[in-house]
């Protein structure tokens, strides 16, 4: 059998592109997010409540996402996490396009954000042993 590199696999590039991205937006909506609560709010005590809204859903859901992403189709779900997180970082420019937006605004997009994303891992894991054969 060959030895072939699977970055010569157009599904495992793909992948890992994408993956990059997501976690590239991610990255930025956190850090938008913190700036964003800091300035409006000034509250560091803020700032650690907006962090655990967006981590208690992702630590009590991602066992449901898991469990469903049994019975679903990881690329689907994938695909359905990045646009619905794609949604709530439009609704934050959207909200954010004339200053600094109320921090309720911050909190729901936080709470969407990491309920999302307790499906979103989960799926990669799961999509991952599509994508080369053993």
Same mark, same amino acid.
């Given at each position: 059998?060959?030895? !072939?590199?699977?970055?010569?696999? /157009? !599904?495992?590039?793909?992948?890992? %592109?994408?993956?990059?991205? $997501?976690?590239?937006?991610? +990255?930025?909506? @956190?850090?938008?997010?913190?700036? &964003? @609560?800091?300035?409006?709010?000034? $509250?560091?005590?803020?700032?650690?409540?907006? &962090?655990? +809204?967006?981590? =208690?859903?992702?630590?009590?859901?991602?066992? =449901?996402?898991? %469990? =469903?992403?049994?019975?679903?189709?990881? /690329?689907?779900?994938?695909? +359905? $996490?990045?646009?619905?997180?794609?949604?709530?970082?439009?609704?934050?420019?959207?909200?954010?396009?004339?200053?600094? *937006? *109320?921090?309720?605004?911050?909190?729901? %997009?936080? @709470?969407?954000?990491?309920?999302?994303?307790?499906?979103?891992?989960?799926?990669?894991? /799961?999509? /991952?042993?599509? =994508?080369?054969?053993?």
């Amino acid at each position: 059998m060959r030895n !072939r590199s699977v970055w010569r696999d /157009k !599904r495992f590039v793909a992948f890992w %592109v994408g993956i990059f991205v $997501s976690g590239m937006g991610d +990255a930025m909506f @956190v850090l938008a997010v913190s700036w &964003m @609560v800091v300035r409006s709010s000034g $509250s560091a005590e803020t700032l650690g409540f907006l &962090m655990a +809204a967006m981590s =208690l859903p992702q630590i009590l859901f991602s066992l =449901l996402g898991g %469990v =469903l992403i049994d019975h679903l189709d990881p /690329k689907r779900v994938m695909m +359905a $996490s990045d646009a619905i997180r794609l949604a709530a970082m439009l609704f934050l420019a959207a909200v954010s396009s004339h200053g600094i *937006p *109320p921090v309720w605004s911050l909190f729901l %997009v936080a @709470v969407i954000f990491g309920t999302v994303d307790s499906g979103f891992w989960p799926a990669t894991l /799961k999509f /991952k042993q599509y =994508l080369v054969e053993p």
